[in-house]
C-alpha cells in the first residue's frame, strides 16, 4: 500500500456509465428523480444537488452489468419513497425488490432503462446506531 505525505483535497465530481439507450436512461432520472437532463452528443448529462451522472452513448459496446452493480439515491422520507415506488409500478418499470425497510434506512431496487440497477432509499427510518454515519443525516 502506498502512503502519501501530503493530502490533496478533492470532492466526488461525477459519475459516469455506459447505457444502449442514453435517452432512455436520462429520461429515467428526469421523469422519477427530477434530475435535469442535458444532451452531449448521443451521450446525456443528468444533474440534480450537486451531483453529475454522464450517461454515455453504449450502443457500441456491450453494458453488461455484473449484477450487484448499481447506482443509489436518496430521498428525504419514507413517504417520498413509498410515492416513487408507486410511480415506477404504476409505470411498469422492472423492480428487483418490494420496499426494504432495513436498519440502514428503508428502500427498493429497481431496474432502468439501459440495464443499470437503481437502488433509492431513505435514512429517515434508519436505526439510531447508524444515523451518524450518514452525510444526510448529519444536520
Known sequence: MTTHT?????????????????????A????????????????RIVKKDQLDIV???????DCTWPRNFHVGVEVAT???????HADMLA??????????????????FCWMPGGVML?????EDAAAEFRGTFASQQG
Not at 450517461?55 to 457500441?60: K, L, P, Q, S
Not at 419514507?78 to 410515492?83: A, F, G, I, N, V
Not at 437502488?119 to 435514512?123: I, K, L, P, Y
Open 6 to 26: 501530503t493530502t490533496v483535497r478533492s470532492t466526488f465530481n461525477h459519475l459516469s456509465f455506459p447505457s444502449p439507450d442514453a435517452p432512455a436512461t436520462a
Open 28 to 43: 429515467f432520472f428526469e421523469r422519477f428523480l427530477g434530475f435535469s437532463v442535458a444532451s452531449f452528443g448521443h451521450s
Open 55 to 61: 450517461i454515455e452513448d453504449g450502443r457500441d459496446r
Open 78 to 84: 419514507r413517504s417520498d419513497l413509498e410515492r416513487i
Open 91 to 108: 409505470a411498469d418499470i422492472r423492480m428487483e425488490t418490494e420496499l426494504i425497510t432495513h436498519v440502514r434506512g428503508s428502500r427498493f
Open 119 to 123: 437502488e433509492v432509499n431513505t435514512r
